[in-house]
């Protein structure tokens, strides 16, 4: 599970003790000390993965050798050391405390329930055994452990154990001890809210054709979504322009072939069809126009359209495609595959194929090659994120969700640990893109020859939906930026031609460059959205004669 974050928009009056102090003078033999500990005001999950907890301000208290501590909060005595940790938060309006031991540098905690405790008050009230414990665990290295127990608002005398080595790690005894003041209320931090589209999706294989559905973010880590999926065998993920979450199954299942709507809050399917593939191990949906593409192994490279499978590129044979995605341009398709040398991809192993990264425009021929064996488990899923990164899931592997891939390097990084070890597909949602004014009214478009200030109108029209604007002036070279809709130029231009792709701005402004050379063409520009009105400068003056366009 990934969880790399701390919970975020919380400012709190924090507590905590010192590990800094080494030169304080020891207690007087036979006072008994007493720390006082102030939770930070929270929440955590109890599930085994710490890492929602900060380390710095969640420190409630030094854990010892026989509980043995001194009065400045570190470990006091002849050979007593701090051997783990206390971290402590409280959520007030649930009175629910929670804690965290972990150990300290390379310690060894002892895994038994019986020794890993909290007592209020001289009462247990949470142990190894309990339900609302888990231990905290890293690579089957044992950390520590996670509890929670309900305790009132109040001050209470309190001591948290653990073994370390066969040794009593613990906040105090014989006297020694920390006291926890609660209160009744306090600033809770707000609870993160996330949206659909705030998470990236996956689904994992259990077993031959079962599907469990996954969904991470940076404030909760790694779920499952919904309950374990029987017979469905979902081996493709991914999300459309309007937001719904897609999965497609393979063979493995009475129903192949299919395309699955699936609720985003809760996992639910929501409706399916078929499409006519006998199978289906990946889709991507463009998202420049919208159309779905998939991969079928007895099909090829095919787009869904209207329910119906249309190949576009036959498999060559010997390849077996797991998964592809459209990049956010929406003029390459990446895909991931299996060479199987020209074997019958089914009669043989993956894990003894190369595993290669393959990429398709349209247009073009496949690019079978953009990255050839790759040293890395077998990839079965493939996504593009909204900043472009390549993410993939890895087959049969413990590190899994999910992993990057470097197209230059060809390289991966390992991935997180997670249970969900067969990550079949995984999606994200597309950039969101901006819209832009509406152009219903009267726009005009001038050119300032001489830098006065003011424009000579070119051109005033009266426009319900498209925009098109007769351009004729100069430019002396110089460039201008400014963003807005699309906008595409094409017109012979004397010396040299120019083809032109820029952006017009709320106001009418135009971004592009130009060479010294004198053009004249016409701009189009569709704009839906919002109302414009009145005269406004572009402020964008091209370096050199300083023309300026201007809008209204």
């Not at 063979?251 to 409706?271: E, R, W």
């Not at 490279?301 to 495609?321: A, H, K, R, Y």
């Not at 398709?333 to 003894?352: M, Q």
Request: aromatic letters at 8%.
């Amino acid at each position: 599970m990934m969880r790399n974050t701390k919970l975020a928009g919380a400012i709190f009056s924090v507590l905590f003790l010192s590990a800094t102090a080494i030169n304080a003078a020891p207690k007087p033999k036979g006072v008994n000390v007493t720390i006082p500990v102030n939770p930070v005001p929270g929440v955590a999950v109890v599930d085994g993965n710490s890492s929602e907890w900060n380390l710095e301000t969640d420190l409630a208290a030094r854990m010892c050798t026989a509980g043995s501590i001194g009065e400045d909060g570190n470990c006091e005595g002849n050979g007593k050391e701090n051997l783990s940790n206390l971290y402590a938060r409280y959520d007030c309006n649930k009175n629910i405390m929670y804690v965290l031991v972990l150990r300290e540098g390379n310690h060894s905690p002892d895994k038994s329930a019986d020794n890993a405790w909290v007592r209020i008050d001289g009462k247990k009230v949470v142990d190894g055994s309990s339900g609302d414990f888990a231990w905290v665990e890293v690579d089957e290295e044992l950390l520590g452990y996670e509890a929670s127990f309900t305790l009132n608002a109040g001050t209470y005398s309190s001591q948290v154990h653990l073994n370390v080595s066969g040794d009593t790690s613990s906040t105090g005894k014989n006297g020694d001890s920390i006291e926890i003041t609660v209160p009744e209320t306090c600033n809770m931090p707000d609870e993160p809210t996330s949206k659909a589209c705030d998470y990236i999706y996956g689904v994992h294989d259990k077993g031959l054709s079962d599907s469990q559905l996954l969904r991470y973010s940076a404030a909760g880590g790694l779920e499952p979504l919904g309950p374990l999926l029987a017979n469905h065998d979902i081996e493709a993920l991914d999300v459309s322009l309007d937001q719904q979450l897609y999965g497609a199954s393979g063979s493995d299942t009475n129903k192949p072939g299919h395309l699955y709507t699936i609720d985003m809050d809760n996992g639910d399917i929501l409706s399916e069809k078929p499409t006519g593939c006998n199978e289906l191990d990946g889709i991507s949906f463009n998202p420049s126009d919208g159309s779905l593409w998939g991969w079928s192994q007895d099909k090829g490279l095919v787009q869904i359209i209207d329910g119906t499978c249309s190949t576009v590129v036959s498999n060559p044979g010997g390849f077996e495609v797991e998964d592809l995605t459209w990049n956010n341009a929406g003029d390459t398709l990446y895909f991931a595959y299996n060479d199987h040398d020209g074997a019958d991809p089914d009669a043989g192993s993956d894990a003894n194929a190369a595993h290669h990264i393959g990429k398709y425009s349209v247009g073009s021929p496949v690019d079978w090659n953009v990255c050839n064996d790759i040293q890395a488990p077998e990839i079965e899923a493939l996504e593009v994120l909204s900043d472009d990164t390549l993410i993939v899931g890895y087959h049969d592997n413990r590190r899994q969700f999910i992993a990057q891939v470097d197209l230059e390097t060809c390289e991966t990084n390992s991935g997180e640990e997670t249970v969900y070890t067969d990550i079949e597909g995984i999606a994200a949602c597309l950039p969101e893109v901006a819209t832009c004014p509406s152009i219903v009214g009267t726009w005009s478009l001038g050119v300032d020859h001489n830098c006065d200030g003011r424009p000579d109108i070119m051109s005033t029209n009266t426009y319900n939906e498209d925009l098109t604007w007769d351009i004729n002036g100069w430019s002396n070279g110089g460039s201008w930026s400014q963003e807005g809709c699309d906008i595409t130029m094409a017109d012979e231009i004397m010396n040299p031609a120019v083809i032109w792709t820029g952006t017009m701005g709320e106001n009418g402004s135009l971004s592009g460059t130009y060479g010294n050379t004198k053009f004249s063409g016409c701009w189009t520009a569709t704009r839906t959205g919002g109302t414009s009105d009145g005269i406004a400068s572009a402020n964008n003056p091209i370096q050199g004669t300083g023309n300026q366009f201007y809008g209204q």
